[in-house]
């Protein structure tokens, strides 16, 4: 009965509108007084202890190297290699946009950021060479939530510190459907443009993009080679990472300034600002949830309503996708992975999968109004209205339901480059 009291209470707070981090105050101050015998002293100590934890370092050190990129070079870069090994394809401008945000979404872990540093240099291109607007918006907005499945992704550190998984495994996990996702969008991007007038292949011009590209393309095999290979942590990994970007940046592709790095460091600041009450917050939460056993206690209320894994799954799903269109990515996560994990694995689902699971339908969400932080995003980047951009997505938020019901159906498709 008090577990149903505390969601009872966090979807009240959730229906009025009240900031996440006064909900996450209310909901750890409920269940330290409900189960922790009303020390709400411990509150602060737990907070401590849930972010002595290295891996949190990463965090801010992937968004810092996420800044420095998009305040370099990086980008065009990318989207110049991409545009000379597609150009032959039918809608192959929209290929080299899924194309060059894969590789970009392999170095910053964001979706916002993904979106912006390769959506502000390939969508103008788009447009002039006569694709519809609302494909060229659609493709850099889905191209942008690939920020969050492929590794690394901040939001599947996220879901590994509040439900204690493996991030090795998570990264590993990320990239069978982000490889799918990007083979959809390509995909589409080919049919939906299959009347496109092409440009013949030219091995001098893709050469020569080759050259000026081939140190922000080595970047995410150093990083993920590194993290496979076990030659390095996360955490290392995002420090190799920032410390690569920067050195790239300033001394390689030169076309990044001392004063730049001022800007990114406080633009980092803010959001981690932001972010890190939150995580304490939660994490103290997960702690209190845990030593009282409340998840098996919901468990015991579940179970009476839901007598089998398909039927979890799809409410599961359902209650992700209404989730996602009215909560970020990272509050989402910040609530519900410690509630709902233990019960998909009580239900026979591998943790690490379900966290793919939860990760590709909060980054449906990032297209879907009136939450959709890409489309709001989007606004000020493209400078378009809300409901073009909301339409602009819909064939691709189709297409990630699709890959959503099949690595649901099929846990391979997740654990294929895991074990």
């Given at each position: 009965?008090?577990?149903?009291?505390?969601?009872?209470?966090?979807?009240?707070?959730?229906?009025?509108?009240?900031?996440?981090?006064?909900?996450?105050?209310?909901?750890?101050?409920?269940?330290?007084?409900?189960?922790?015998?009303?020390?709400?002293?411990?509150?602060?100590?737990?907070?401590?202890?849930?972010?002595?934890?290295?891996?949190?370092?990463?965090?801010?050190?992937?968004?810092?190297?996420?800044?420095?990129?998009?305040?370099?070079?990086?980008?065009?870069?990318?989207?110049?290699?991409?545009?000379?090994?597609?150009?032959?394809?039918?809608?192959?401008?929209?290929?080299?946009?899924?194309?060059?945000?894969?590789?970009?979404?392999?170095?910053?872990?964001?979706?916002?950021?993904?979106?912006?540093?390769?959506?502000?240099?390939?969508?103008?291109?788009?447009?002039?060479?006569?694709?519809?607007?609302?494909?060229?918006?659609g493709t850099v907005m889905s191209g942008g939530t690939l920020g969050i499945i492929i590794p690394?992704?901040?939001?599947?550190?996220?879901?590994?510190l509040v439900t204690e998984s493996s991030i090795v495994d998570l990264f590993r996990a990320g990239?069978?459907?982000?490889?799918?996702?990007?083979?959809?969008?390509?995909?589409?991007?080919?049919?939906?443009?299959?009347?496109?007038?092409?440009?013949?292949?030219?091995?001098?011009?893709?050469?020569?993009?080759?050259?000026?590209?081939?140190?922000?393309?080595?970047?995410?095999?150093?990083?993920?080679?590194?993290?496979?290979?076990?030659?390095?942590?996360?955490?290392?990994?995002?420090?190799?990472?920032?410390?690569?970007?920067?050195?790239?940046?300033?001394?390689?592709?030169?076309?990044?300034?001392?004063?730049?790095?001022?800007?990114?460091?406080?633009?980092?600041?803010?959001?981690?600002?932001?972010?890190?009450?939150?995580?304490?917050?939660?994490?103290?939460?997960?702690?209190?949830?845990?030593?009282?056993?409340?998840?098996?206690?919901?468990?015991?209320?579940?179970?009476?309503?839901?007598?089998?894994?398909?039927?979890?799954?799809?409410?599961?799903?359902?209650?992700?996708?209404?989730?996602?269109?009215?909560?970020?990515?990272?509050?989402?996560?910040?609530?519900?992975?410690?509630?709902?994990?233990?019960?998909?694995?009580?239900?026979?689902?591998?943790?690490?999968?379900?966290?793919?699971?939860?990760?590709?339908?909060?980054?449906?969400?990032?297209?879907?109004?009136?939450?959709?932080?890409?489309?709001?995003?989007?606004?000020?980047?493209?400078?378009?209205?809300?409901?073009?951009?909301?339409?602009?997505?819909?064939?691709?938020?189709?297409?990630?339901?699709?890959?959503?019901?099949?690595?649901?159906?099929?846990?391979?498709?997740?654990?294929?480059?895991?074990?």
């Amino acid at each position: 009965m008090n577990a149903l009291l505390l969601l009872g209470a966090v979807a009240l707070l959730l229906i009025l509108r009240q900031p996440l981090l006064v909900i996450l105050l209310a909901a750890i101050g409920f269940a330290q007084m409900v189960w922790g015998g009303g020390h709400l002293t411990w509150i602060a100590e737990d907070m401590f202890v849930s972010l002595d934890k290295e891996l949190i370092l990463a965090i801010p050190m992937f968004m810092l190297c996420g800044g420095v990129m998009t305040k370099g070079s990086t980008a065009r870069r990318l989207t110049d290699v991409a545009r000379t090994l597609t150009g032959h394809l039918p809608g192959g401008l929209g290929v080299a946009a899924v194309l060059s945000s894969a590789v970009f979404a392999a170095i910053s872990g964001s979706s916002i950021v993904t979106m912006i540093a390769i959506g502000g240099v390939i969508y103008p291109s788009m447009r002039e060479a006569g694709y519809s607007n609302r494909f060229a918006l659609g493709t850099v907005m889905s191209g942008g939530t690939l920020g969050i499945i492929i590794p690394p992704s901040i939001p599947l550190i996220l879901y590994g510190l509040v439900t204690e998984s493996s991030i090795v495994d998570l990264f590993r996990a990320g990239v069978g459907p982000g490889l799918l996702l990007v083979g959809l969008f390509a995909a589409y991007a080919v049919i939906a443009n299959r009347n496109m007038a092409t440009t013949r292949f030219s091995a001098s011009a893709f050469l020569h993009a080759l050259r000026r590209g081939i140190w922000a393309l080595m970047m995410p095999v150093i990083l993920l080679g590194g993290i496979y290979s076990g030659f390095f942590s996360p955490t290392e990994a995002a420090a190799v990472a920032l410390v690569y970007a920067v050195f790239v940046e300033l001394f390689i592709h030169r076309e990044l300034r001392l004063a730049d790095l001022k800007t990114v460091v406080m633009e980092a600041a803010k959001l981690g600002g932001a972010l890190f009450p939150l995580i304490a917050v939660a994490l103290s939460l997960n702690l209190i949830l845990i030593e009282n056993r409340v998840p098996d206690h919901m468990l015991g209320l579940v179970s009476g309503w839901i007598d089998s894994p398909l039927t979890f799954i799809i409410v599961v799903n359902l209650l992700l996708l209404a989730v996602g269109a009215f909560m970020t990515t990272a509050e989402a996560i910040l609530i519900l992975g410690p509630l709902l994990a233990p019960l998909a694995v009580s239900y026979g689902f591998d943790k690490i999968v379900f966290g793919i699971i939860m990760i590709v339908n909060l980054e449906i969400g990032l297209l879907t109004p009136p939450v959709g932080l890409n489309l709001i995003v989007g606004m000020s980047t493209f400078r378009q209205p809300f409901g073009i951009l909301a339409r602009a997505a819909v064939p691709f938020i189709l297409l990630m339901i699709f890959a959503l019901a099949m690595i649901s159906w099929q846990p391979a498709i997740s654990l294929f480059f895991v074990h």
